[in-house]
């Protein structure tokens, strides 16, 4: 079994900054790329940013030099910077991951969510 966690989410004034981690734990032998999701009500999940194992990072042009994805491989663990916050990027934020374990061979997981809520 692996588990994400996501934390960091709240409420913020727009221009605010929020950090959101996800924690990934189990039984896992790699975390390969990790991502992040943001979702409205009635809406589809829409990419955010992923980052390789490596480091590699891509971002959504809606967030391209307000947002920051990091990890930190020796922790399984994922960040995403969020700052200059607008309205528009209030939603559910959701981690992903594809996770490698010595059981299950690579599969993706994604995280229950964090709520960001900007207000104008």
């Known amino acids: 079994q692996v588990q994400l966690v996501e934390s960091g989410g709240g409420l913020v004034q727009a221009g605010g900054s929020l950090r959101l981690s996800c924690a990934a734990s189990g039984s896992i032998v790699n975390v390969n790329t990790m991502g992040w999701y943001h979702q409205v009500p009635g809406k589809q999940r829409e990419w955010v940013a992923s980052i390789t194992r490596g480091g590699s990072t891509d971002y959504a042009d809606s967030v391209k030099g307000r947002f920051t994805i990091s990890r930190d491989n020796a922790k399984n663990t994922m960040y995403l910077q969020m700052n200059s916050l607008k309205s528009e990027d209030t939603g559910v934020y959701y981690c992903?991951?594809?996770?490698?374990?010595?059981?299950?061979?690579?599969?993706?997981?994604w995280g229950q969510g964090t709520q960001v809520t900007v207000s104008s």
């Open positions: 992903h991951a594809n996770v490698y374990s010595a059981r299950w061979g690579n599969n993706n997981h």
